[in-house]
């Protein structure tokens, strides 16, 4: 199977501490996938490394079997965990600058999305609530067809209705060669739309395995391994 | 990219600079408009007799807006920069640097397109100072008539007696065009400058990264000091302007082009310096918080 991102002895330093130790990781195509972890295991560090926005102390990565760099930024759809659209953009203006930027940016798609989020088009980002500035980004992540989404906390600030939607938004929207590299702690809300999923503790891949062997072979819900594996 | 770069930070920075510059406009014509008419009622008042107390009072009130206009106009131009440079820090170093670092883009451009569009801004700001106190100086300095013409006067004698008369010494287009250059290569590398201590006092500083990059800009500027000083005391050397006679116009009119050119070579090599200096910091040891 082909790979869409792969990381070799990816070592990632903070100081004194040790964000990531020595991670190698192969991830397939088409597939989504859940990041999975307790605060401060590196699941955001190993998102914005890989979408060019930290440099590993040591280590490769390779997406679609390039490095980072201009080309991957333009095959990787990245949601951070904060928001990052300027105060001052109008919806209009956010739209207007992911379509310049992004050729693979369908702006169909993000209007229909838009309005059945109700995020309304002619406010500015300062006008909008925390939650709605949330939907404006993750509709225009996910309004590209790019090749891999990262998305970092995607369900963290909403509803649990609009949780609903936006699962449904993510597997309806992407097409089958895509993958989706999402991490969250909301693990039960997630876990029907996971193929595979990653543990990922003190740096170190733990575990990387399909949800379905999971419930077959240990008869339990991924919500259920992992709280057994991070137990406090 | 580098034109949808630029739409979108000429975008971001008109929102605050277009009104800024048509604050100083306004401002300027406002002042103009005050002293002009203050200048009339003190003379009115001294052809009609008044009070020398009350004289005194308009042609006070008159210099104050002379200073206030002036006070506003140097303000203007540091809020200009300091907005420049506050946009740079935000795409770069902000939250905003998650979307700006995520283009499809080359970092290369990316420093392109915030150093255009700065030159860009700040040559504006230049144009409207300089048009908002040639206002002043022409309608806001007299009594006698509309315009000053004695102002009026100094301009045309500019391009009739004092541009003739050089032309008999320098070349004057030449001379000119390489002002423009120089002008604009100075920019250049004072802008990167000021870019390059934002980025290093991001780099060294988790917290004040602000303060950090004002720390940064007076100790590259030190340095910079220090390069300048050096490579024009070499040239100096090397071209032996210490031996020249300066007995003609002409004499001196060579030394001073091949002075302005070395200036021009060391701004531009400032700013290729400071150019790859930070783009080797975005390429090779970006952090973004």
Request: include cysteine.
């Amino acid at each position: 199977m082909q790979s869409i991102l792969e990381t070799r002895a990816l070592n990632k330093r903070y100081s004194s501490t040790l964000a990531l130790n020595n991670v190698d990781l192969t991830l397939p195509k088409g597939k989504i996938i859940g990041l999975l972890g307790p605060n401060g295991s590196g699941k955001t560090t190993l998102l914005k490394i890989v979408a060019g926005l930290l440099t590993p102390t040591s280590g490769t990565v390779l997406v679609d079997n390039q490095p980072v760099g201009e080309g991957t930024k333009a095959l990787i759809s990245y949601l951070p965990e904060r928001t990052y659209l300027p105060d001052w953009m109008t919806v209009e203006d956010c739209l207007d600058y992911f379509v310049d930027f992004y050729a693979d940016f369908d702006m169909a798609r993000a209007r229909e999305m838009l309005s059945r989020l109700n995020v309304p088009a002619g406010k500015r980002m300062k006008q909008l609530s925390k939650g709605t500035r949330e939907k404006m980004q993750l509709v225009l992540v996910m309004s590209r067809r790019a090749k891999l989404y990262l998305l970092d906390e995607p369900i963290g600030g909403v509803d649990p209705a609009t949780r609903d939607y936006i699962l449904d938004t993510i597997i309806g929207n992407y097409d089958n060669e895509a993958t989706i590299l999402i991490s969250t702690h909301l693990i039960s809300d997630v876990e029907k739309v996971l193929d595979e999923f990653l543990f990922l503790k003190d740096g170190v891949i733990t575990m990387h395995d399909t949800t379905d062997n999971v419930r077959e072979t240990q008869g339990k819900s991924l919500d259920e391994l992992f709280r057994e594996v991070f137990r406090c | 990219m580098l034109k949808k770069l630029m739409k979108h930070d000429f975008r971001a920075l008109s929102r605050t600079l277009f009104p800024l510059q048509i604050g100083i406009l306004g401002g300027g014509l406002v002042a103009t408009l005050l002293t002009a008419l203050t200048i009339r009622l003190g003379e009115h008042t001294a052809t009609a007799g008044g009070s020398a107390l009350l004289r005194q009072l308009i042609m006070g009130v008159s210099a104050t807006a002379s200073v206030l206009i002036g006070i506003a106009i140097m303000a203007s131009a540091l809020v200009t920069l300091l907005l420049i440079c506050y946009h740079f820090y935000r795409s770069f170093l902000g939250d905003e640097g998650y979307l700006t670092f995520t283009l499809p883009v080359s970092t290369s451009k990316l420093i392109w397109s915030k150093l255009l569009t700065g030159m860009f801004w700040t040559a504006i700001n230049a144009v409207v100072i300089m048009v908002t106190l040639l206002i002043f100086s022409v309608f806001g300095t007299t009594s006698n008539s509309i315009a000053n013409t004695e102002v009026l006067q100094a301009f045309r004698m500019f391009f009739t007696d004092i541009l003739p008369q050089a032309s008999k010494y320098v070349n004057v287009p030449l001379v000119a065009v390489e002002f423009v250059v120089i002008t604009i290569l100075a920019l250049a590398s004072q802008m990167l400058e000021i870019y390059f201590a934002i980025v290093v006092g991001g780099q060294v500083a988790k917290k004040h990264r602000i303060l950090a990059a004002i720390g940064m800009y007076l100790l590259i500027n030190m340095g910079v000091g220090i390069i300048s000083s050096t490579f024009m005391s070499l040239i100096a050397l090397g071209e032996g302007f210490a031996n020249l006679s300066f007995n003609t116009a002409q004499d001196f009119s060579v030394v001073m082009t091949s002075v302005f050119g070395w200036f021009g070579v060391l701004f531009a090599g400032l700013s290729v310096l400071f150019f790859f200096l930070i783009r080797s910091i975005f390429k090779k040891n970006l952090n973004l918080q």
